[in-house]
């Protein structure tokens, strides 16, 4: 994760410039804004952008490239739904890119990496259990939480990994031996942190979950 663009061939980071200009025209055409007229819930989304940014600049890695920091997709993603989130998560990339931790030219790619694939993955997971799972208050946490939060995490790094070996400048046996075993740890942060938050705002405070309704979880269960 925070991957440095200059390992990558340029043709990658123009492929990735492109596709999140896509993926970002598409967010803001289809977010619903008109929920944000609340200057409360604009305040959880702002409030959460800013916190986000501090969580990302609490990281540790190996090598440049093979870092580890949480991810917050999976909150975002129930917090404030697919677009939303991912113009709210390149926000908080945009402002590591002000502090100096990102460099601009890798913006594109990292925010795919780091965004788009727990956002997105999350979004599928999402809407194939309330279409196939019961409408259940635990079945939304574990699934759509504690899940959904592990799963971004492996994928991204899975990804981030597979361009580090494939297109960067890393060994295979390198990754295995000085990155990967570590990523079972990560993956149970992601889930335990996302999945505590998650329950905490379901029962305190579910007009901030854009995912939840009381209606299909709670009532007449």
């Known amino acids: 994760m925070n991957l440095p663009y200059n390992v990558f061939p340029s043709w990658l980071n123009w492929a990735a410039t492109v596709l999140f200009f896509v993926l970002f025209v598409a967010a803001i055409r289809t977010a619903p804004w008109r929920r944000y007229r609340d200057k409360d819930l604009l305040n959880v989304l702002l409030g959460s952008c800013v916190l986000l940014l501090l969580i990302w600049s609490l990281k ?13 997709g999976t909150l975002f993603m129930l917090m404030f739904g697919w677009a939303v989130a991912f113009i709210a998560m390149s926000l908080v990339l945009a402002g590591g890119v002000l502090n100096g931790a990102v460099a601009w030219q890798g913006f594109a790619l990292n925010a795919l990496v780091m965004g788009a694939i727990p956002i997105l993955a999350t979004q599928m997971v999402y809407r194939l259990a309330v279409k196939h799972l019961p409408h259940h208050f635990f079945v939304y946490i574990i699934v759509n939480a504690y899940f959904c939060a592990g799963l971004a995490m ?10 580090l070996v494939m297109l960067g400048p890393y060994r295979l046996d390198t990754v295995l031996h000085d990155y990967l075993p570590f ?17 905490g705002m379901a029962l305190m405070k579910p007009q ?5 309704d009381d209606r299909r979880y709670i009532a007449g269960k």
């Open 183 to 199: 990523v079972p740890f990560m993956v149970f942060g992601e889930g335990f942190m996302t999945g505590m938050l998650v329950t």
């Open 208 to 212: 901030w979950l854009t995912t939840f």
């Open 154 to 163: 492996a994928l991204t790094v899975s990804t981030s990994s597979f361009l």
């Open 60 to 72: 540790a890695g190996v090598k440049p490239g093979l870092t580890f920091h949480l991810l917050g």
